[in-house]
Every structure is written in structure tokens, then in C-alpha cells.
């Protein structure tokens, strides 16, 4: 077909609009916190994820182009710029070449010029290759793939490459040393049993087809960058699904997503950016290292040593993460016996992060099954996200910005870490399984819907960096307590946990939204839990636990707080209000675990008022009679460590 003004222009605009998306997300995160991080990094604003109207364009003049068709065990060629010798076609010169037909021992071979821009339109293609990649981009500027519409198109390796010296680096099935862009409407199928799916050593954009991936070993890779502004991808990887690994500089190795359809079950991480991972848009249904069934974390917080064994049969047993009983058991004593797992024999693949050409060396050598994870900073304003891992649902060794998108996750290990700073000031996060659900160094919730579910802390505020284990992927054990922060300012928050409902090794703030805890029902763990101060100057918080280690809001507030302590264990599912002096309800709040300690604290408090705690067959008031008004005899007597008088 030939390219129309039409299609021009709709590429052009397109462009543009994802250009601007790109920038505008630079400021998102700059009135959502009034903390920041004392870590140098990359961020969002570093890098460029603009799409250019030419990696959008589909259109291209048939009478120009060179006509490559594979039948027969030969390929015959109509027109100037390519040879052939067998099913083995080298391309030498820039321009558009339209392949189709089948090829059971091929090769494509793109060696032009370095400032050569070739455009390969996969009219229906399907080409094996027994000992090398079905298509190697061994020198040119850029290369466009173009997906006709309505086509079919495979490509297919074998278990082992023989390989020389000019390509002794090629360990993908599309293997390319230039920039690469794929788009058009057409399916692209591959079958990756060497290594690796696709391959860029520069850059690698996607922004439209239908593209399937079966790999041995990373599905996508760009090197320097990842772009995908759409697309319908179903991967399964052997190790990692989509990746960037450049380490040489703040502006390379991130992945930005602005739109897309993603299926992803990988072994390892799904989507792992060394600096920036990037996402504004689409939607993703991902699993990793077998899901969550096959936790990296036992309820107890030993590791599950056999996790490795259960990866690609997508369970772990009796030895995955379960919830506590009522009596704290599983929260602490003799981890419980381990039965031994079957052999699957899986190859989890170890690198180096060298800056080699070879994809291989830039694998992590520690074993990690995240879905979501990048050194620098996530950053998410947008997408609808199902996620089943058996690490992190969300990692980062920096920060985590979350400004928008619907986000589910059940984890074997954290739903969110952030070694650094993790903001959440928009849209909905709801972890529905994990170990410890929100973890960070300064946790600060400006705003959206959270809801969370562990089998340790909701949210857990600790300083230190991610250590990685073998035994524990990913164990996230800090050191330093310096800086530490829970800053609540909007939002609605509601916390079932297991330990500690909302624990900061430093100080927690509260200055607005609404906060639920249906804490721990063991006496070790508190539903609040500080080690420096509690203030609370505005919102609404109730929270509910176990007596024991019960603390409440220290007397530096300016709102009214209360922390009491009832005669007696209250049953789970028991409704529990707070009402006035006149009958008014308060507060309200369904406890799913048994209790006996409620600390609440809302703007309709009055000094000098009486109010009544009613939870089942019990009724006891309270007068407020200072900021903070407590009964507790607990272990912390209503103090946090080091904190203001809770009483």
C-alpha cells in the first residue's frame, strides 16, 4: 500500500500527544509530599519517553519497495538492496522490504550502513532458524518492523546457536544492535528456545500489534530504553519478562509504558527497569515466580527455602505465606517443617550487570520474581493492574510515586517496597495478600484508597536498603532508623494485619484522611506501633488490636485522641461504635479478627465530653479530659518508644 497524508498526519498527532504525556508526568509527584528522600537518583523527570511520529507511522509505498519472498528453501528477491544465498537473506542498503512466506532454516540479516534506516513490513512471515537468530540486526541506525495488518508472522530458534566471532554476542531471537520499533496491526509470534525473545542493544519501542512471546529466557529487552505506547503482549518467560538494563547513565535503562495490553507470567521479575520504570497507562495481568501461592515468605518471617522448586508449576504449598491464627501462632517460635518440593528442574538465570553487548551478563545475579521493579523509582499515574507474585508485587531500591491507576496485587512477599521515599497521593491500592503491605523508608498517603491485607505490618516505615538473599528473595531487612517517617495527609487507609497495623521506626503524622486497623490479635504486635513520636492534627483513625504493646497518640497533638482498653476480648465481626452524649454515631467500625484495644481520634472530639465504646455485649464511656485521654496498662502504658504521654 502506499502512505497517506492521512496516516501521516495521524502518526504526527499521535506523537505528540504521547510526547506530551511523556512531560507532563515530570511534576506529578512534586506537590505530594513535603519530604524528600537524601537519595541521589534518577527519576521520571530524567528521562525522555517521547514517542516520535515515525515509530507510529504504518504507511509505506509499495511501488518502492523491495519484494522478499521465502518458498522452496530459497528466498527470491524483487528489487535492489538485498541478497540471498539459500533461506539466508542479507539486507545491505537502506529502504522498505516487504517479507512473507515460510523459511524452515532461514536467516534475516540486516548489515548496512550506520546511518541506514530500514523498514521491514512482516506480510505474513514465518522463518526457523536451527543454529542462530531468525533476524539479526548486526549494523544500522534504525530498524522499523511493521506488522501488516491481518497477517500472521513467527519467528523461531532452536535450543543452541552456533556462533563466530562477528556474532558471538546474538543471544536473542530478534537480535538487533540498532534501535528498534515495531508496530502495524499485524500478530508477531515468538518462539525464543535459546534465550531471549526480542532484543535491542540501543532502544527498543513498540506502539502497536498483537505480539506474542514464548521465551527460554528474557522475553523484551532494550538496552538504553523500553517504550511501549501500545499493544496487545502475551509473554511467558523463562526468567524476566520485560527489562532495561543500561547502568552507564541516569537517562538510560528505564521502561515507559503508556499504553498497552499486557499478559505476562514470568519466573522471574516481570518488568524491571535498571533506573525508571515509567507507567501512565493500559492494563496488566501478571504473574511471577509462580504467584503469591509460592511465597518467598512464611507467616513466621523465615524464608521458604524451597520457593525456587515451585516456581513453574505455580504453586507453593503448605510452606507459603498463610495468615496467623487467633493466637499468634505462625507470628513466631519453630518455623514448620518443610516438605521437600518437586525438582522442576528451572534454570534461574544469574549475570553480572556488566555493560557488554552479551544480554546475558546483564541478568541480576540474586534471584528476584518481582513484578514491578526498578532502581530508581516506579512512578504509576495510570493503568488497571492485576498482580499475583511470589516477591514484591511493586519494588523499587529508590522510590515509589503512585499519582494514579487501579492497582490489585496478592504477594508471597511485600505488596510495596521502596528502599527510599513511597507516595501515594491518587488512585486505588488494593493488596489483598502479603507479608508486609507497604513498606518505606518515609511513607507519606497525600490521598487515594488503600487497602491492605499481611501477615506482618500494613504499613511499615523502617531506614536501611534492600540486602537480597537467596533463601528470601528480596528480604528486606533494614538497619538505620534516621529519617524515618508515616505521614498520613489524605486518603482512605484500611490495614489488616497480622503484626503491627501501622509501625514506623521513626515518627508518625497524621494530619487528614480516614484511616481503619484491624490490628493484631497476639500480644506482641500493637494496631499503632512508633518508636519516635505520634501526632495527629486532623482526620479520622480507628484502630483495633490485641492489649499488650497498645499505643496511642502522644500529647504534642492538636486533635483529641483516645486509647482505651475494654474488660474483656471482643469477637471478630462484632460491630464497634463510637457515639456522644446524645446518641449521635461518631465512629463505626467492623473488627474481622478478635480485639480488645481501640485507639481513636476525629475532629468531632470535645475536652470535657463523654463518649460511648460499644463493641458486642460491652459498653464503657470515656471523657475526654486532656489531648490525649488513655486507660491503658499495656507494656508501652499508652507511650510510643520515645514518644509523647499517651495518657
Known amino acids: 500500500m502506499k502512505i497517506?497524508?492521512?496516516?501521516?498526519?495521524?502518526?504526527?498527532?499521535?506523537?505528540?500527544?504521547i510526547t506530551v504525556a511523556a512531560f507532563s508526568g515530570c511534576s506529578e509527584s512534586a506537590n505530594s509530599s513535603q519530604t524528600t528522600s537524601s537519595v541521589s537518583q534518577a527519576a521520571k523527570s530524567d528521562i525522555d519517553a517521547s514517542i516520535a511520529a515515525e515509530d507510529i507511522d504504518v504507511g509505506y509505498d509499495e511501488e518502492s519497495s523491495v519484494g522478499i519472498t521465502f518458498a522452496d528453501g530459497s528466498a527470491a528477491i524483487d528489487g535492489e538492496g538485498a541478497t540471498s544465498e539459500g533461506e539466508t537473506v542479507t539486507i545491505s542498503q537502506a529502504g522498505t522490504y516487504i517479507l512473507s512466506g515460510t523459511a524452515n532454516n532461514g536467516r534475516i540479516i540486516v548489515a548496512a550502513d550506520k546511518k541506514a534506516e530500514v523498514k521491514l513490513i512482516f506480510n505474513g512471515l514465518d522463518i526457523t532458524c536451527s543454529d542462530n537468530a531468525p533476524l539479526l540486526v548486526s549494523k544500522a541506525k534504525k530498524v522499523y518492523i511493521v506488522l501488516e495488518d491481518g497477517t500472521e508472522n513467527v519467528l523461531t530458534d532452536s535450543a543452541s546457536y552456533s556462533l563466530g566471532e562477528d556474532d558471538s554476542n546474538t543471544d536473542g531471537a530478534i537480535f538487533s544492535k540498532a534501535d528498534l520499533t515495531i508496530n502495524g496491526s499485524g500478530t508477531l509470534t515468538v518462539n525464543a528456545n535459546y534465550k531471549h525473545g526480542i532484543v535491542s542493544k540501543d532502544d527498543l519501542v513498540i506502539t502497536d500489534g498483537n505480539i506474542n512471546v514464548t521465551s527460554a529466557s528474557t522475553a523484551m529487552e532494550g538496552k538504553d530504553s523500553v517504550k511501549i505506547s501500545g499493544g496487545t503482549f502475551n509473554i511467558s518467560a523463562g526468567t524476566n519478562g520485560i527489562k532495561s538494563t543500561n547502568t552507564e547513565a541516569s537517562d538510560k535503562g528505564f521502561i515507559s509504558v503508556t499504553g498497552g495490553s499486557f499478559t505476562v507470567v514470568a519466573n522471574n521479575d516481570a518488568f524491571e527497569a535498571e533506573t525508571v520504570l515509567s507507567i501512565e497507562g493500559g492494563s496488566f495481568d501478571i504473574t511471577t515466580g509462580g504467584g503469591s501461592a509460592n511465597a518467598s515468605m512464611k507467616s513466621d518471617g523465615t524464608p521458604n527455602r524451597n520457593w525456587q522448586n515451585n516456581m513453574s508449576n505455580g504453586g507453593g504449598g503448605p510452606n507459603g505465606m498463610g495468615r496467623p491464627d487467633d493466637n499468634g501462632n505462625g507470628m513466631g517460635g519453630d518455623p514448620p517443617a518443610m516438605p521437600t518440593a518437586d525438582d522442576t528442574g528451572l534454570t534461574i538465570e544469574t549475570a553480572a550487570n556488566t555493560t557488554t553487548d552479551s544480554t546475558d551478563t546483564t541478568d541480576n545475579t540474586s534471584t528476584s520474581a518481582k513484578a514491578l521493579k526498578a532502581g530508581n523509582e516506579v512512578n504509576i499515574s495510570g493503568g488497571e493492574f492485576k498482580i499475583d507474585s511470589a516477591d514484591d508485587s511493586v519494588h523499587s531500591n529508590g522510590n515509589i510515586v503512585i499519582t494514579g491507576g487501579n492497582i490489585s496485587v496478592a504477594s508471597g512477599d511485600n505488596g510495596m517496597h521502596a528502599n527510599g521515599n513511597l507516595t501515594i497521593s491518587d488512585g486505588t491500592v488494593d493488596i489483598t495478600k502479603s507479608y508486609e503491605g507497604i513498606e518505606g523508608s518515609i511513607v507519606t498517603i497525600d490521598g487515594g484508597t488503600i487497602s491492605v491485607v499481611a501477615s506482618d505490618d500494613g504499613i511499615n516505615c523502617a531506614g536501611g536498603s534492600d540486602t537480597g538473599s537467596t533463601d528470601r528473595m528480596g528480604a528486606d531487612q533494614f538497619s538505620s532508623q534516621d529519617g524515618v517517617e508515616l505521614n498520613i495527609?489524605?486518603?482512605?487507609?484500611?490495614?489488616?494485619?497480622?503484626?503491627?497495623?501501622?509501625?514506623?521506626?521513626?515518627?508518625?503524622?497524621?494530619?487528614?484522611?480516614?484511616?481503619?486497623?484491624?490490628?493484631?490479635?497476639?500480644?506482641?504486635?500493637?494496631?499503632?506501633?512508633?518508636?519516635?513520636?505520634?501526632?495527629?492534627?486532623?482526620?479520622?483513625?480507628?484502630?483495633?488490636?490485641?492489649?499488650?504493646m497498645e499505643e496511642g497518640f502522644g500529647d504534642n497533638s492538636t486533635q483529641y485522641s483516645v486509647l482505651h482498653d475494654l474488660g474483656s476480648t471482643v469477637s471478630a465481626n462484632e460491630k464497634l461504635t463510637i457515639t456522644d452524649s446524645d446518641g449521635k454515631e461518631i465512629l463505626s467500625f467492623t473488627p474481622t479478627k478478635t480485639w480488645q484495644s481501640v485507639v481513636f481520634t476525629s475532629a468531632d472530639l470535645n475536652k470535657g465530653e463523654t463518649y460511648t465504646i460499644t463493641a458486642g455485649s460491652q459498653s464503657e464511656t470515656v471523657t475526654i479530659d486532656g489531648i490525649v485521654t488513655s486507660n491503658s496498662k499495656g507494656m508501652s502504658f499508652g507511650r510510643g518508644h520515645g514518644g509523647g504521654r499517651g495518657f
Not at 4 to 17: E, N, Q, V
Not at 534 to 546: D, M, R
Open 4 to 17: 497517506s497524508d492521512t496516516k501521516k498526519l495521524a502518526a504526527i498527532t499521535a506523537a505528540f500527544f
Open 489 to 548: 495527609n489524605g486518603g482512605t487507609v484500611t490495614i489488616d494485619a497480622d503484626g503491627d497495623g501501622l509501625d514506623s521506626n521513626g515518627n508518625f503524622t497524621m494530619v487528614g484522611g480516614t484511616v481503619c486497623v484491624c490490628g493484631p490479635t497476639n500480644s506482641g504486635n500493637g494496631a499503632l506501633d512508633y518508636n519516635g513520636t505520634a501526632t495527629v492534627t486532623g482526620g479520622t483513625l480507628i484502630a483495633c488490636g490485641a492489649v499488650g
